[in-house]
């Protein structure tokens, strides 16, 4: 834009003083990068050669069989709320996710609100109710091969003692005004599973009771009125099928398991498994609009460690032969945090479940997908949504890592690396899935403001790969990798400039450059000394997974 003389002579005036004190500002700066750069270069070689040179050596032996590999991670996932589930991109988003990962259940909050349509009250004061909406997903969600993990919850407004509500969709979470009612309507709904379904097929489902009732927000009772709402639960359910799994309390942090369990035991309730959250981040609470910010846990057993305190809790009470199910758990406990998106939470979700390793029956990611409306609809493709895949469906980092844990075979090996898995399977072939996971986050920073950044990877040495014990013969071998600018779709949105809104051609173009294919292919032969070694670089937060195809 061009100035007139008067304009551009104002503002040399007004601002003289300020040129000034930035010239000053530049020569020191000049100075002082000039005295940085005397030390500087040799310095951060010698950095980089101290990072070349390390190695990590992974030995596994082919005939070493530590015994089937745990499949607890792919046991259930999450999803928003059950009424997105109507949605056609949802639905689709879905039938992906189970097809790559492998998930057996899916997890989801308002079942029983308002937008599902269950019961009203007619013009005579009678309670009617009506189960087509969750008749259409059930259907959906069975036709694909998952099973659905029922959360009941929440309150229907026809049954409510007040208005409190959480959520865009305003999902009531005060107890019923009355029992019995809240217990019939769960009688009617099981009832009607039973009939459409068959009690065999019920017999495989799992019945959680309430959402996080420890948390005010999410329930406006006490810790009381929640024993005793899930007693009325439990004894409808087992009214209708005494085999029929019933559980609880899904309290957020890993709350309030030793006081379920002496509930249940001390008023003769049925309780068939216990049922908790946990998430990875130090400061904060649920934050619908991510504006407080949010830290993740320094702590190295952050999330893990909660697993393996309620697996002992459990094991130390009257009922040690519980199942543990986790039915929510992720690096954040926000729908705004970036981390989600990042290359840094497919090593995250590894490191967590290696750790948890036999603790928990299921740990169910939290969740499958960003169609995801707690705060309402989000306004950017990348937003730090909890998702797998975005709105787009293009998979995260956090994606590839489920799908490469459902590519390791039945049979794992022993292994005494702590950040990979071995496996084998019944048609010779092997899988190396290995990484390394760097906590980055710098102090007095909050995840909002760093893992939206563009945020390259230090080198961490390399990895040495040493197999014995493999059949002689030819071999297909296939290397995935997760990490920066690798199966990295976030940091190709943002040197793309972070729009607002993605073209169709944008959207092809992320899904191309990170479509989880081999980063490399190769024929090997394994002689009759059964050995094979592979040397990989290795950066921070960088996963890999080696597969060896039999020919």
Not at 299 to 326: F, T
Not at 377 to 382: H, L, S, V
Not at 385 to 394: D, E, H, R, T, V
Request: charged fraction near 25%.
């Amino acid at each position: 834009m061009l100035l007139n003389n008067d304009v551009r002579y104002e503002m040399n005036t007004d601002f003289k003083p300020i040129i000034i004190h930035i010239m000053k500002k530049t020569l020191f700066l000049f100075a002082l990068l000039g005295s940085m750069m005397l030390v500087s270069p040799s310095m951060a070689r010698n950095h980089s050669r101290k990072a070349a040179e390390k190695v990590r050596t992974i030995s596994v032996d082919y005939n070493q069989v530590k015994g089937d590999f745990n499949h607890m991670f792919r046991e259930c996932v999450g999803a928003g709320r059950a009424n997105e589930g109507l949605r056609a991109d949802w639905q689709q988003q879905l039938a992906v996710a189970h097809k790559d990962c492998g998930f057996q259940y899916i997890r989801m909050h308002g079942l029983l609100t308002d937008d599902m349509g269950v019961c009203k009250i007619n013009r005579k004061g009678q309670v009617e109710y009506n189960f087509q909406y969750i008749d259409a997903l059930y259907d959906y969600i069975l036709s694909i091969g998952m099973k659905p993990f029922v959360e009941l919850g929440f309150m229907p407004n026809a049954l409510a003692s007040g208005d409190k509500t959480i959520f865009w969709w305003r999902g009531n979470v005060t107890p019923p005004r009355d029992y019995d009612q809240w217990a019939d309507l769960i009688r009617h709904l099981v009832q009607h599973f039973t009939q459409r379904y068959g009690a065999d097929e019920v017999k495989t489902w799992y019945f959680e009771v309430w959402n996080e009732p420890n948390l005010s927000g999410f329930w406006a009772g006490t810790q009381q009125q929640y024993f005793k709402l899930y007693k009325y639960t439990a004894e409808a359910i087992k009214g209708i099928d005494k085999d029929y799994r019933v559980g609880g309390p899904a309290t957020a942090g890993a709350a309030w398991v030793p006081e379920m369990i002496n509930f249940c035991e001390k008023n003769h309730i049925p309780i068939d498994f216990i049922s908790t959250h946990t998430y990875g981040v130090k400061q904060g609470f649920l934050d619908e609009y991510g504006t407080t910010g949010t830290v993740l846990n320094k702590d190295e057993w952050a999330v893990s460690g909660d697993v393996i305190h309620s697996r002992k809790q459990i094991s130390e009470s009257s009922m040690p032969n519980l199942e543990l199910h986790y039915t929510e758990w992720s690096a954040s406990y926000t729908p705004h945090d970036p981390i989600h998106d990042s290359y840094h939470e497919a090593a995250y979700i590894l490191e967590k479940l290696k750790q948890v390793g036999n603790a928990a029956n299921s740990m169910s990611y939290w969740t499958f997908t960003d169609i995801f409306e707690e705060a309402g609809p989000r306004f950017t493709p990348f937003h730090g949504g909890f998702g797998l895949m975005n709105y787009q469906g293009i998979k995260k980092p956090a994606f590839f890592a489920y799908s490469y844990l459902n590519k390791m075979g039945k049979t794992e090996l022993q292994d005494a690396d702590s950040a990979s898995w071995a496996c084998k399977d019944a048609d010779g072939d092997m899988q190396l899935l290995f990484w390394d996971f760097t906590y980055t986050l710098p102090d007095s920073v909050n995840n909002q403001a760093y893992y939206i950044k563009n945020l390259p990877a230090k080198p961490k040495g390399k990895v040495n790969v040493e197999l014995s014990g493999v059949p002689a013969g030819k071999y297909q071998m296939e290397v995935y990798r997760i990490g920066y600018e690798i199966n990295d779709p976030y940091t190709t949105y943002f040197q793309l400039g972070r729009p607002k809104q993605l073209t169709r051609q944008e959207v092809a173009f992320i899904k191309e450059k990170n479509s989880g294919a081999p980063v490399a292919e190769d024929l090997i032969q394994v002689d009759a000394t059964g050995k094979f070694s592979k040397e990989f670089p290795l950066r921070e937060n960088d996963v890999y997974l080696v597969k060896l195809v039999k020919l």
